[in-house]
């Protein structure tokens, strides 16, 4: 077995081969993501945030202190918090008055395949330098692209005094991949008038809308007895109940019939505990528009209803009702869309505004009451597979885009 010196030598190796074409930009930002991508930093639905959650915080933090050492700039804040919220302020150098900006991007990486033991691969693709793994793991490119260029624009912020900038503030967030990325996030460190998301897949798409999300798990308590005697001793069949429930929610309305921008009423999980009388249906509610959403809750309370009429021995309860993210096209910026085309013309990128089904840490934000904000992309690919991979120039190109609009918000009145 390979010792965690040998691995490093071997990564170094790996990095040193495949940056000899590349930018000095792509050049720091392929060694910051193996590094990073090499931390298994997995989260999981059981715990506030993960030892890996933290080892890759830690990882980061030294990377920023050390850039702010080198810098000499006064007054940066950085600090990390108990719940291991990363989070980077650096004042604005400009005397102009400009609303202040923020960039969020998540730790963590999805528990949905395996993410021990990643050994990052630099291959070419395309003509683009790639980090891939051997295909039986994760990558991490889900969200370590977005820290990684994150800290690229820390580094280059601090070292650049001809870019003017009002107020930075960085927030690297843990827990996104299970969906608690605000849990405890901290609006009085954390709390920009213009917020972006990296945490984009492709290398043109930037979200401008998403699905707000709502949970919605019911439980059916039923009545016990023979069925012989059913009527007589009022039994009551939670099974019943539920399933009526679930048929009740118009088949139109189904996640497999819709798409875009059209949201769906989804009973997913249909949990009876043994030897017990109750049934538990957990629902995924989406939507992008409001008036669908009060649709959507008008189906609940009518199927709630008609399970009450057709089935009187069961009770119900409802155990979860709760928004899980919102819509953040409701709180972006005014205008600021108009930024995002200006600056991706002035570097010569053409980007497209599309709609997300599904959510981001910005949107998880915007239901904690902060302003949503644009998931940019990020040069990363295949997410939530063994097949990930991340591409350095895509990596460079959002880089360079974000770095205009910084410029360009500066000048914002």
Request: with cysteine.
């Amino acid at each position: 077995m390979k010792t965690k010196k040998h691995l490093l030598a071997a990564l170094a190796l790996t990095v040193a081969l495949g940056v000899a074409a590349q930018s000095a930009v792509q050049k720091s930002m392929l060694e910051s993501f193996v590094k990073y991508a090499a931390i298994d930093s997995q989260s999981h639905d059981d715990s506030i945030c993960t030892q890996g959650q933290r080892k890759m915080a830690l990882a980061l933090k030294a990377d920023i202190e050390e850039a702010v050492s080198r810098s000499k700039v006064a007054g940066v804040d950085v600090r990390l918090s108990d719940e291991t919220y990363l989070y980077v302020t650096i004042p604005a150098n400009t005397k102009k008055s400009c609303p202040s900006m923020g960039i969020s991007c998540h730790l963590d990486v999805t528990p949905e395949q395996l993410g021990t033991n990643i050994r990052p691969i630099v291959d070419t693709r395309n003509g683009h330098t790639i980090v891939r793994t051997d295909g039986t793991t994760l990558l991490g490119a889900d969200d370590k692209c977005g820290c990684t260029i994150a800290v690229q624009l820390i580094r280059t912020l601090l070292t650049d005094k001809s870019i003017k900038h009002g107020v930075m503030q960085f927030a690297f967030c843990p827990n996104e991949d299970v969906g608690r990325a605000a849990d405890a996030i901290d609006s009085t460190i954390f709390s920009p008038d213009i917020l972006f998301d990296l945490d984009g897949e492709g290398d043109c798409d930037v979200t401008d809308s998403n699905f707000t999300a709502r949970r919605f798990d019911v439980r059916f308590i039923g009545k016990d007895a023979h069925p012989g005697n059913a009527k007589a001793e009022g039994f009551g069949d939670a099974i019943a109940a539920a399933a009526t429930f679930i048929a009740d929610i118009p088949v139109e309305y189904r996640p497999e019939n819709t798409e875009g921008t059209q949201g769906y009423i989804h009973p997913w999980n249909f949990e009876q505990k043994p030897k017990q009388m109750d049934v538990t249906v957990m629902t995924r509610v989406r939507y992008f528009d409001k008036a669908e959403g009060e649709l959507f809750d008008r189906l609940l309370k009518e199927a709630l209803a008609d399970v009450a009429r057709k089935h009187p021995n069961v009770r119900h309860e409802i155990l979860v009702d709760k928004m899980q993210y919102e819509n953040v096209a409701y709180t972006l910026y005014p205008g600021i869309k108009d930024v995002v085309l200006s600056a991706a013309a002035k570097i010569g990128k053409e980007i497209k505004f599309v709609p997300e089904r599904g959510g981001t840490t910005a949107s998880m934000f915007a239901v904690k009451g902060l302003k949503g904000g644009m998931c940019v992309f990020t040069g990363q690919h295949k997410v939530h597979t063994t097949n990930e991979y991340a591409d350095l120039q895509e990596m460079e190109e959002a880089y360079t885009l974000m770095l205009e609009i910084i410029k360009q918000v500066a000048t914002l009145k």
